[in-house]
């Protein structure tokens, strides 16, 4: 048997399939095994082991998402807080001060005037 590469999840198809199968044996009255790893209670408990990680994984998720959310809210009202503030700096200081500058906007003095291209005629 190849060894097994236990850092990727196992698809949802085969743990259903497994799960299934969990719950067929469930019915075999007879089923007796000298291994330890593949008995009725072994079974039983690593089923439960993941139903409880899966659980605490969604919780898990579901804090992290809400986390997410919450950065995302608070990352864009940092963002129109300093907008609202160069636009009254802007009005208090005028679009060509250095305080304009000072606060990350370009003093309107330095901006390039638009010119005209010339036009090569083409003979």
Excluded: C
Excluded at 22 to 41: C, I, P
Excluded at 55 to 77: G, H, I, P, V
């Amino acid at each position: 048997m190849p060894p097994q590469n236990t850092t990727n999840r196992l698809r949802p198809l085969l743990i259903s399939q497994d799960i299934d199968s969990f719950h067929g044996l469930q019915t075999v009255n007879t089923y007796n095994t000298t291994r330890a790893d593949a008995s009725s209670a072994n079974l039983q408990e690593a089923y439960q082991a993941m139903l409880i990680s899966q659980q605490t994984e969604t919780e898990k998720l579901a804090l992290y998402r809400a986390a997410a959310d919450a950065a995302r809210l608070a990352e864009w009202e940092f963002h129109n807080a300093v907008l609202a503030m160069k636009e009254v700096v802007r009005g208090q200081y005028g679009s060509d001060s250095d305080q304009a500058q000072a606060v990350g906007l370009k003093k309107k003095s330095d901006r390039k005037r638009p010119s005209r291209k010339k036009t090569v005629a083409m003979a």
